[in-house]
């Protein structure tokens, strides 16, 4: 089990804030299929979306996912393309997947 927390891109959080009480039915239909498409399975996971504070006010997503540690290449790549990819140089700040999942935001 591996804690995460996933920045979503301007235009999926744009396309979840219209969707309003469903944003994040929304939100887990992305990343179920595409960890389908990437793994290959299904994973069990749940997450709850926060919207920062401040003026820009962005939402993201803290959660766990079940995978094995050879999957995390794998399970990164799901989760980015779910989320709606950044820019090249950005990248490396929308996911943070992390092996302690009683620590952190999660709790």
């Not at 744009?14 to 039915?25: D, H, I, L, T």
């Not at 389908?36 to 939402?59: P, Q």
């Not at 709606?84 to 999942?101: C, H, I, M, S, Y």
Request: hydrophobic share 40%; aromatic share 8%; proline share 1%.
């Amino acid at each position: 089990m591996y804690s995460f927390c996933l920045n979503l891109s301007k235009d999926v959080e744009a396309s979840a804030r219209e969707r309003k009480a469903s944003a994040k039915s929304y939100l887990y239909g992305r990343i179920v299929y595409r960890l389908r498409t990437v793994l290959g399975r299904d994973a069990s996971l749940w997450f709850a979306l926060e919207e920062t504070e401040g003026s820009e006010r962005r939402l993201h997503l803290h959660g766990e996912i079940a995978c094995e540690a050879t999957e995390l290449r794998k399970m990164r790549s799901a989760l980015r393309l779910a989320g709606g990819e950044w820019e090249r140089r950005a990248k490396a700040f929308q996911v943070r997947l992390e092996t302690r999942p009683d620590a952190g935001a999660v709790t």
